[in-house]
Structure formats: structure tokens, C-alpha cells
């Protein structure tokens, strides 16, 4: 197809040359009613380099596109249309008709269906097919409007129209002049409607569009709508002022020129330039223009009138008047316009705004602002993800390491905020009926997202020193396990034969030997060496958790000076669980021994909304706190290794109540 497309806008180029060189030898004169000569010609002949153009461009990177064959098609046709006019003239008025083909070059010229192609690609746009089925009776009333255009210039008798009326149409039937132009009437009507049926399911397909294809559909309706406007006043002014025709028609030329640059836009580069913001920055100065002007003009009349005509205070008064009048009238003006055009992006950006109020205020988290942007973009897959420091690596709002799935399709859009780089934005643009109000809305929330960044590194760091310190108590407790081991395989063994031997030494000697009395105290020695070495082992890891907490909190209890009442859940933990909570309760114990005095005690421990949860009560003196030498600071910080809390309630005489909380997963 490419090299057809080429063909075409190479002779397009080709006709277009030649009737630019046929303008340039012109008639010789002016001629009355010349409606495509001198400067209305050269515009109407870069109005078929444009459409060929556009078309070209649009066939060689869709292929098939419909629009593309139809804009390429009337290139050619508005070239030809150029080439037959200047060639009729140029022979005519300045060869005296001793030219070649004149009268099929004049009936060529007339007998070009230009106007229904237009009609035409105002269906086949965005996508190059009609809408639906139901439109394919416009379609149809392009085709017999153009059927209709040939068939009235073909059998047109008599001579042509001013001025080219000194050639006779060779084809014409004879007497069938008022039913062909009334044929030419009738095809106009059908064209006019076409056209408004255009511009209708332009509309229709407006109403349903998103994202990318609603752009494209902007760009062309406010091109069509100010190319049909400005063609109602050309018109217009021609039946008040019939002079300067050629001026007039060179503007109509040079006005359709904005429909398929805008075309090709819409369709190949549509986010270059974004619509929205040129309706948008169009009518707030043009508004502001016309409100400064006429603010201006009043005080300078008013003034003028007072102080003299022309006097110097009252033009600078008016220009005071206006320089003030300026920004504060701007704002407004661009807040109406935005509210009544852009209603969607005016909602977004007040919603953010109230948004960072609250956040100021302290009401609303700053890591909300994700869940923000999902709902005013109306993407519910949009994700945020900040940019740690010094190589750290993507993060969610949560702190949690972000991961990049294979398939996420999601484009990627960076957040900075003063030069810095925070992070970016994931989104689905087929999900964004605006994919312009990301980057404002983005800029709008940024002061958001750099805090909820902050608190995102904060969170993580946090988590790192909390790991930390779990990974020493853990290497802390597998150290204190490899000794416990050493100790029992070890020493503690080679006591009790050490032992064994000396009390078979002892039954060998007799009981009347005088080293008996000797040997005896050697073996309690030993007896209270290894029972030293099972308290020590003890303290690194009670073996009684072998069979888990409950029966170690239970053999605890009997072991303690006064009352205990135990309530123990029989679940299992992990082990450094087991034995944080463990020596909480030793701990516990002891203080109520030793500092509180106290005749009974209530422990439990218990799973609560994934912790377990460690409580000692005692009925003793009261006023425990960290750091008065109880012990309670370092039970603090074994209980925070484990990402726990750890709570103590002791008013003096009222005794104490310890309560620990270590987390156990869910």
C-alpha cells in the first residue's frame, strides 16, 4: 500500500506544480467572478498538498486507514480541480482558446466530487470505519451525492459558468439544463446533510469515548466547529460585501487548511498538543482580552471626558486600571472556565487541595494520597512507589520493598518535587478517561507524597533495625543452645562419671576407712558442681520448654515462695518466643519475691490478636519501674528484640501488674 500512497502524492504534487505554473501566466487581466485565481488559487492548491499530505502520512504508518485513502483521494481531486481552472483561464483569456483540450479540461474541473469526500471522512474518523452499521446510509448519501455532482456537470448543455462561459459543455443534453441544475442543487442539500451527520456521529462517538480516542475526538470537533463557523461568516459577508471575492475565497481556502492538519494530529500525534488546554487558554485571554479592553476604553472615556481628550492621566489611569485588574481577573476567569469545561479535572485538583488541608491539619495520613489518586484519576490499579535514599531500592506507601511483576503492562511516570527525584507512578492509561490530569493532579498532591516518602524510609528503617535486633537475639540464643549442649555433653558429664568413680572408690576402701570421710565431701563438691552447671544451663533455655510454656510456667510456679495461680494456653510458639515469655515470668516472679513482698501471684498467658500475651500480677508493695535496679530495663529490651511491647502498672500499695505482649504471627 505504501508505494500506491507515494504514487498518489507524487502526482499530486506533479498537478498541483502545473497549476501553479498556469496561475502564474494567468489570464493577463482581471476577469469578473474569478473565484480560484491569483491568491484564492495558491491557497486552494496547499489545501490539496495538505490533505494528499496528512493522507500520505497517515496511509504509510496505518495502513488501511480509511481516512488516510479518503484525504489522499481529495488531494488529487483539489489539485485536478486547480489544474482545470488555471489551464481554462490561462487558454482562454490569454491564448484567445488556441489551446488544446479546453473543454475537457473546463469539464474535468467542474466534474470533481470534492465536497461529499469531506463529508465522508468525518464518518471514517478516528479509526477509519464507520460508527455502526445504522451509518451506512450516510455513507451512501456521500456516494449518490458525488454520482449526482458528475452526472450534472457531465449533462450541464449550454456554456459554463462566468467565467469561463465562452466554452460549451460538448456532453450536454440539449434542454436538460434546468433538471441537471436543479440535480446540482439537489446534491448540495444531500452534501449539507452529510456533513451535519458528520459532525453528528463525531458527537455520538465523543459521548462514549475514553482516554486517548476522546482527545483525538476533541481535536476534530473544535477544529470543525471553528472551520464551520468561520466558513457561515465568509459566506455571510460575501452577500454584504460581494467585493474582493478572491480575498474572501483565499481565507475559505486557508480556514479548510486547520481540518486536515488537525486530522493528522488527532490520529498520529494527538498527545503533542493537548486540545484541552488550547480551548482552555483560548477562551480565558480571549475573554480577559475583550474584559481588559473594554475596561480600559471606559476609564479612558470616562477620564478623557473629565481632564480633556487625549490628556496623559487618563491614559495612564486606564492603564493602572487594567495592569491591577489583571491577575486577580485571570484567576477568576480560568476557575469559571475550568469548572465549566473541565469539571472532572476541577473536582480532582479541589479534592486534592481539601486533601492536603487535612493533611496539614493532621486529620488524614499522608499515605492516603494513593488511594486518592485512584479515585479522582479512576484508576484503581495506580500504584505509588517511592525512590529510597543512597540505592534503597522502590517502596510502596506501606515501607514494603516494592517487586515488578513480569506482565505489568502499567506505563510509568516519574514524581519529582524540586529537582528530587521521590519515586514514580504506576498506571493504566486504557483506564484514564484524561491522561493529562495525571501530571497536574500529580504536581498538585506532590507536598503529599514527599512526606508519606519520608514516613515510607522511616517505616523501612524501622523494620531493618527491628530485624536487627531479632537477628541478635536469635544469634544470641543459638549461641547460649550451643553452650547449654557443650556444658550437659560435656562437663556436666564428665562430673557425674568423675563422681560415679570416686563413689565406687568409696565402696571398695570399706566403711571403716579413715579416706571415706575424704570422699564424701569430693562427691558433694561434684553434686553441687553439677547442679550449679544445671541452674546456669537453665538460664540460657529452661529445658522444661521442650514440652512447651504451659508446663514450664506450670513447674515455675512450684518452684516460687508463695502462691502462684497459673492460667496457660497449651499452644505451641516458636521458640524464641517461648523463651522471651519464659523469663518474663522468671523475671516477673523474682521482683515479686524479692521488692514487692508480695503472698500471691496470678499469671496467665495467652494468644491475643496475634501476640501472645504475658501477664504477672501481684498483690505487693507496688512502685516498680525500669530502671530503679528491679531488672525491668533489661526485660524491656529483650522483649522489644522480639518487636513486642512491654506494659507496667504499679501504683505504690496497689502492687504491680506486668503485662508483655510478643508477637506470634497470626
Known sequence: MRPAVTLLWLLTVAVASAAAVFLVLGPGRPLPEDLFGGISGAAWL???????????????????????????????????????????????????GDVPGLSAAVLGGLALPIAPLMALSLLLFPDGRLPSRRWRPVAVMSAVASLGFVVAAVLRPGPFDVPLDPVSNPLGVPGARAVMDALNGACWVLTCVALGLGVRALALRLRGARGGERQRLKWVLTVSTVVGAGTVVLMGSWFLWPENVQWRMALLGGLFIAFPLATGIAILRHRLYDIDVVINRALVYGTLTMLLGATYAAIALLLGVALGSGSAPATGAATLAVAIAFRPLRVRLQDRVDRRLHRAGYDALHRVAAYLEEVRAGTAAPEGVERLLRDVLGDARLELRFLLPEGGGYVDVRGTPAVDAPSDAREQTPIERAGTRLGMVLHDPAAQERPDLLPRVVAAAGLAMEIARLRAELRRQLDEVAASRARIVAAGDAERQRIERNLHDGAQQRLVSIGLALRHAQHELGPEAAVRQTLEGALTEIGDAIGELRELARGLRPPQLDDGLAPALQELASRAAMPVAVDATAERFPDGVETAA???????????????????????????????????????????????????????DRVGAHGGTLRIESERGAGTRLIAELPCGS
Open 582 to 636: 519464659y523469663f518474663v515470668a522468671c523475671e516477673a516472679l523474682t521482683n515479686a519475691t524479692k521488692h514487692a513482698h508480695a503472698s500471691r501471684v496470678s499469671l496467665s498467658a495467652q494468644r491475643r490478636n496475634g501476640s501472645l500475651v504475658i501477664c504477672v500480677a501481684d498483690d505487693g508493695v507496688g512502685g516498680a519501674a525500669p530502671g530503679n535496679g528491679t531488672g525491668l530495663s533489661g526485660l524491656r
Open 46 to 96: 496547499m489545501l490539496a498538498l495538505a490533505y494528499a499530505t496528512v493522507g500520505a502520512l497517515i496511509v504509510s504508518r496505518l495502513p488501511g486507514h480509511g481516512v488516510g485513502w479518503v484525504f489522499t483521494a481529495l488531494g488529487l481531486l483539489i489539485a485536478l480541480n486547480g489544474l482545470s481552472y488555471s489551464y481554462a483561464t490561462w487558454g482562454l483569456y490569454a491564448r484567445g
